[in-house]
């Protein structure tokens, strides 16, 4: 999952200043992130391929997966949101694709991913404040240890996915009108 929000959040953070169609067609500029994050989604369904082959060879019935498309319409959700956040921004800012691969790198140390968090109670509340933990949480425990995910992770999730996608769409829509002048 990782994987895909870091993919999909740095080639977002170029995806503007690099598309001249930008200055000739007229067209919903909402779309070119749009498309990025169908392109990146598709991708990680190969990867779901292979993780349910990996259950299937290792004798791990792969039925906990049944609960993954839901997660990741979220998460895409949320994605989506930070695509838009980071190359409405991109567009004014040349650097920022640079702090942001930096910044996921971060984000990729503290989210815990290889790692357990329990007893750690500083790393824990850390985490609250790290979107990608809810989602990565939520997913390790309905697929992997075949759990219910507790209600306040996925009202997180959730919460993150919606406030994203609105914060994306205010920044996306005031900055996009100069995307052709800066490019």
């Known amino acids: ?26 067209f919903p500029r909402e779309a070119l992130p749009g498309s990025m994050i ?14 349910v082959l990996l259950m299937i060879f290792l004798d791990i019935p792969p039925i906990q997966i049944i609960w993954y498309p839901i997660i990741l ?12 956040i980071l190359s409405s921004l991109s567009a004014h800012f040349v650097d920022l694709g640079n702090l942001w ?30 979107p990608v933990y809810y989602f990565i949480t939520i997913a ?3 697929i992997i240890y075949n759990e ?11 919460l993150y996915a919606l406030i994203s996608l609105v914060v994306g769409l205010v920044v996306f829509n005031r900055l996009k009108r100069r995307f052709a002048e800066l490019i």
């Open 101 to 130: 691969s930096f910044g996921s790198n971060l984000i990729w140390f503290g989210t815990p991913i290889f790692y357990s968090i329990g007893g750690q109670t500083k790393l824990f509340y850390a985490n609250l404040f790290n």
């Open 1 to 26: 999952m990782f994987n895909f929000f870091r993919k999909a959040t740095v080639e977002a953070t170029t995806l503007i200043r690099e598309n001249g169609i930008i200055k000739s067609i007229n």
């Open 148 to 158: 219910i995910p507790e209600l306040w992770m996925v009202i997180g999730a959730v």
């Open 38 to 51: 169908l392109r990146n989604l598709f991708s990680h369904f190969f990867e779901i391929f292979l993780f």
């Open 73 to 84: 319409l979220f998460f895409s959700v949320f994605i989506f949101g930070m695509a838009l």
């Open 140 to 142: 390790r425990d309905s």
